[in-house]
């Protein structure tokens, strides 16, 4: 019922990592595939709910294996609790800048802007909605930005897509608390701009992919999402994985692959 192989497994190397910017962490390993393009655009965030000590090196077997299908992929690595600056703003902003610097790579790269999606993985499926909900967060807050990147959709595996839940669930020791600098009752408007769950309806293309057996993630919050989001009006699809845990879905040997696959596609 595992693929915690691709923890432990280095993955084959980026064509190149790029900084989108100028601190340690902002920088982005890139995957193009064959062919002149452009090419569609996944962009790819790790999870490890939003800790210092988990990296984008274990997401890398999943960004090889989309490009080896036909995406160009775009792996984020970006400021995470632990670091200075990490967590409340800082891990925002830098999945935001990095996002946003698709434009500046598509000058020198076959990239098509026209087809961006956003994936991730648990904090990181927390981290590719909210870049779905960006659109939504109000002029003058300190996440707002003018003119966001374009997305043609979300796809959010395992996510911990609700923070206050996140927060009620106590999820990996209470984290959510640590990343957001408060509770909810204490901190309620970071919740309210930092949570997809808050942010619903997005307005775009969703996808959640959840397993039933995932201890680490409930797939009850991706079917209450679903649920709201459907009642909203939203565009968004709930694919349930019968037996799989949380690490299935990021690892191209699962049985469970395919349906990963399919969701990007049924997004471009």
Known sequence: MTSMWVLDTPPPAADARIPYGPLEHQF????????????PVVVVIHGGFWRAKYDLEHIGHLCAELTRQGFATWSLEYRRVGHEGGGWPGTFEDVALGTDFLRTLARTHPLDLSR?????????GHLAVWLGARHRLPAGGPL????????????????AVDLERTFELRLSEGIVEEFLGGSPARVPE???LASPAALQPLGL??????????????????????ARGRELGDPVRFVV????????????????WPQVVEAVRSLL
Do not use: K, N, W
């Not at 193009?32 to 090419?39: E, F, K, N, T, V």
């Not at 037996?243 to 690892?251: D, S």
């Open 190 to 192: 970071r919740y309210r």
């Open 241 to 256: 994985l019968p037996g799989a845990g949380h690490f299935e879905v990021i690892g191209p040997r699962s049985r469970e």
């Open 116 to 124: 961006v999606v956003a994936m991730g993985h648990s904090a990181g």
């Open 205 to 226: 293309p969703q996808v959640l992919v959840h397993g039933t057996e995932d201890d680490t993630v409930p797939v009850s919050m991706s079917e209450a999402f679903h």
């Open 28 to 39: 982005g390993d890139l995957r193009l595939p064959a062919g002149p393009g452009p090419h």
């Open 144 to 159: 707002h930005r003018a003119d966001p990147l374009p997305l043609r959709g979300v796809v959010s595996l395992a996510g």
